[in-house]
C-alpha cells in the first residue's frame, strides 16, 4: 500500500501563493505516478495537475496552467504543488494521489492512493 500525507494549505490573498506538499510511503512508491486533484463544496473532484515516476513529463489543467507548477523529490519521496497568481476559484480541498499503475493520467479512476486532503482558501 502506498500513503500520502497533504500539508500546507492555508488562507491567501488572490493574487498570492502557497505550496502544498505531500509525503509518500509504503510499497514502491518511489515508482507511481503522482497527481494532485482539487474538490469545492458540492462540486466533483477535479485534476490539477500530475508528473510521472521519473519527473520527466508533466500536466496541468488549463485553469491552472502557467500559475501552478507540481514537482517531486524521488530522494525525499515527495512531490510539491506550487501555486501562484491564485484566484478565488482556487478555493477547495487539495488531494495528493498515486497511480495505480505506470500511466500517468488526469482521471481520479487511475489512482489508487489518496491524501487525506488539505484545505485552500483564497479571499477576494
Known amino acids: 500500500q502506498v500513503q500520502l500525507v497533504e500539508s500546507g494549505g492555508g488562507l491567501v490573498q488572490a493574487g498570492g501563493s502557497l505550496r502544498l506538499s505531500c509525503a509518500a510511503s509504503g510499497r514502491t512508491s518511489y515508482s507511481r505516478n503522482m497527481g494532485w486533484f482539487r474538490q469545492a463544496p458540492g462540486k466533483e473532484r477535479e485534476f490539477v495537475a500530475a508528473i510521472s515516476a521519473s519527473a520527466g513529463r508533466t500536466y496541468y489543467a488549463d485553469s491552472v496552467k502557467d500559475r501552478f507548477t507540481i514537482s517531486r523529490d524521488n530522494a525525499k519521496n515527495t512531490v510539491s504543488l506550487q501555486m501562484s497568481s491564485m484566484k478565488p476559484e482556487d478555493t477547495a480541498v487539495y488531494y495528493c494521489?498515486?497511480?495505480?499503475?505506470?500511466?500517468?493520467?488526469?482521471?481520479?479512476?487511475?489512482?489508487?492512493?489518496w491524501g487525506q486532503g488539505t484545505q485552500v482558501t483564497v479571499s477576494s
Open positions: 494521489a498515486a497511480t495505480r499503475g505506470v500511466v500517468v493520467t488526469t482521471l481520479a479512476d487511475g489512482y489508487g492512493y
